[in-house]
């Protein structure tokens, strides 16, 4: 993707983010007579970006950038299962519990980021397991803030 | 009395707690998500079992090693480690990357130091001035303050004014998530009653600066092995040299005062302080165009007045029982529970206390330098561990620290969330530190403009017949002229070229 339809992408957005914001903002009406209301300052904000959107998109008329990303910065396939790693991180922290989960977690994030050369999964299991433990311990024993238990609850 | 506490503070009971606060305070600094105010919190019931000074001690020790921490993993992994180091991050960053790390940890360490010092001895010998004039302070002053700050949007905004101007607005529109100010009415939370406090700064901090850089270390997981070089460093002293101090003397004294003076004033903050004296340095340098690319007046700037923040924060608190930020509000309850009334005759009625918290202050800043200091060879250690292996690590901690913030998934899912939206702006290049900068000074602005002129009578014309604040106002505008200068000169520049 260039540059100029990148600039095109991020105007457009607030564009339309700036008129959500202003028509989110309507209901808000004043409780007493001398105060601004709720509203007033999301709607001043909403006008101001949808004026600085229209200001980029004319810009990036204007412009001719055609510079085009590193493709070795573009490893689609890393991006999409690192966010998958961390989605399903999440989505099973509190039910797995944060034991199960974090060990799961660090395990195979490592072997996503790792490449062919420093791909060691006996070190990525040894390490996976003893910084969740070290992590549990600490919050848990030491500190006195409890981290979920999940399906290890009994 | 100054006897008095010195007997009871140069105590081995009371010295050891120092010592132990230092040195926890530093860790929940150094490790992201965890912050000063989360380790004053923790603590603050085990100071109620001690004695007034051994429990008073503790806390400060605490603050500031929790405020001095935030270095570490400001440099080392450029995650702010709290939000007063968010401006670390942009020169100490570059500076570990090209093996600088040991001297960008040397000398944000040795400037903590002297930003404490400064601040601690204005705390003791001005307080009492300063808090009278900050008692004038009404709303219209704090909304010229608020907008002021707001202009540093145009500096930190990288090569797209526009983009920047953008993304500070949009950090406005998320602060503004929540229960409303003045009125509490709820205000873009469809449905959803997890929204009604609004985002946690430390989620948002922790998604956009941490979980952003680990999805995008996805999607560079070439680079990740190649990139990989441990930090070859050497260090003396501090790593900075005498001709070097020199040079930084301006930019120390203006980043404690920056620091000290941002500290007074309640609700602003060591981040917006660090952040405001990045700008003032960057502005006043010879040589701005290398700011953000590894030069060390930036991590000078910022980890002074951070530090000088906490001496300034403790002036309100102590002569007016005014809590500038959180974590002085903690400490009031500290105060009271021991059965310290803050206020203009505190000196008075508990003058012993007071005289051992400045005491305490001074002892938990040495121990700082030379703890932080001992250490360093460990701390920069951090950078021998393989990314592939220590990013999902700092991940763990990202979801723990959202986790603990307020013990709910929420802000959890919002850290995965933020961090993706992150990656949406690194990817059509927008900068995300005004979005921060916006989203810190969004509500305070609202919340002060409805004050101001509520009790104007909707009139505007306060805001330029009140002396303070005309000159917040008239510095932002001529701030704003310079910088718009400034980019309109380098695009020309660039065009010629």
């Not at chain 2, 570059?94 to 040991?102: K, L």
């Not at chain 2, 003396?236 to 000290?260: A, D, H, P």
């Not at chain 2, 950078?383 to 998934?409: E, F, T």
Request: proline share 4%.
């Amino acid at each position: 993707m260039t540059e100029k339809s990148k600039n095109y992408i991020c105007s457009v957005f607030f564009l339309i983010f700036g008129a959500f914001l202003y028509v989110q903002s309507l209901p808000f009406k004043p409780i007493s007579g001398k105060d601004l209301g709720s509203g007033f300052f999301p709607k001043v904000l909403a006008v101001g970006i949808i004026i600085t959107a229209l200001v980029e998109l004319y810009l990036t008329y204007r412009s001719n950038d055609q510079t085009k990303d590193d493709p070795s910065d573009n490893d689609i396939k890393g991006g999409v299962l690192t966010i998958a790693c961390i989605c399903a991180y999440v989505a099973l922290y509190d039910i797995l519990g944060f034991l199960i989960s974090t060990i799961a977690y660090l395990f195979f994030q490592m072997v996503v980021l790792s490449n062919e050369k420093n791909r060691n999964l006996k070190q990525f299991a040894i390490v996976s397991v003893l910084s969740a433990i070290v992590i549990y311990v600490v919050f848990n024993n030491l500190i006195g803030m409890s981290l979920p238990d999940g399906i290890l609850e009994f | 009395m100054i006897l008095d506490a010195a007997m009871q503070v140069f105590t081995p009971s009371c010295l050891a707690l120092i010592f132990m606060g230092v040195v926890v305070g530093i860790i929940f600094g150094a490790i992201p998500g965890l912050s000063a105010t989360m380790a004053v919190v923790l603590f603050l019931p085990m100071s109620f079992g001690l004695s007034p000074v051994n429990g008073l001690s503790l806390l400060i020790g605490l603050y500031m090693g929790g405020i001095s921490g935030g270095l570490i993993s400001a440099i080392l992994l450029k995650i702010p480690g709290t939000p007063s180091s968010i401006a670390t991050v942009f020169d100490g960053g570059p500076m570990a990357e090209h093996g600088e790390a040991g001297k960008a940890l040397g000398a944000g360490i040795l400037y903590s130091f002297i930003g404490g010092m400064f601040s601690i001895f204005a705390l003791i010998f001005i307080s009492p001035y300063l808090a009278s004039v900050t008692l004038k302070f009404t709303p219209v002053e704090y909304f010229s303050i608020a907008f002021f700050s707001l202009t540093i949007i145009a500096s930190l905004s990288g090569k797209s004014l526009v983009k920047g101007l953008l993304s500070g607005l949009f950090g406005i529109a998320i602060s503004m998530v929540g229960m409303a100010p003045i009125d509490s009415v709820t205000r873009f939370t469809f449905g959803n009653f997890q929204l009604l406090a609004g985002f946690d700064i430390i989620v948002l901090l922790i998604g956009v600066f941490a979980v952003t850089d680990i999805i995008m270390a996805g999607f560079g997981r070439i680079h990740l092995g190649d990139s990989y070089k441990k930090a070859a460093y050497s260090l003396k002293g501090y790593g900075i040299t005498m001709k070097e101090f020199k040079e930084q003397m301006g930019n120390m004294v203006r980043s404690s005062l920056i620091g000290i003076g941002i500290g007074i004033l309640p609700g602003i903050g060591g981040n917006v302080a660090g952040l405001l004296s990045y700008t003032a340095t960057k502005n006043a340098s010879d040589h701005p165009e290398k700011f953000g690319t590894g030069v060390v007046d930036g991590v000078i700037a910022s980890e002074t007045s951070n530090n000088a923040v906490i001496g300034g924060s403790l002036i309100p608190l102590i002569t007016m029982g005014i809590p500038g930020n959180t974590v002085s509000a903690i400490l009031l309850g500290g105060l009271t529970i021991h059965g310290i009334t803050p206020g203009p005759l505190v000196f008075e009625k508990s003058g012993t206390y007071i005289y051992a918290i400045f005491l305490a202050l001074i002892v938990s800043n040495f121990i700082m330098v030379v703890v932080e200091r001992g250490a360093l060879r460990w701390f920069v250690k951090l950078l021998d561990i393989p990314k592939h292996i220590l990013l999902p690590l700092v991940m763990a901690c990202c979801v723990v620290g959202a986790y603990a913030s307020n013990s709910r998934i929420f802000d959890v899912w919002c850290v995965a969330i933020f961090g993706l939206m992150g990656v949406v702006f690194k990817k059509l290049r927008i900068p995300s530190t005004p979005l921060i900068i916006g989203f810190i000074l969004g509500k305070m602005t609202e919340e002060n403009l409805r004050r101001a002129l509520q009790a104007s009578d909707g009139d505007i014309s306060v805001f330029f017949t009140r002396p303070i604040s005309l000159v917040f106002i008239l510095v932002a505008v001529a701030f704003v002229i310079y910088t718009l200068k400034k980019a309109a000169q380098a695009s020309k520049l660039k065009e010629d070229e």
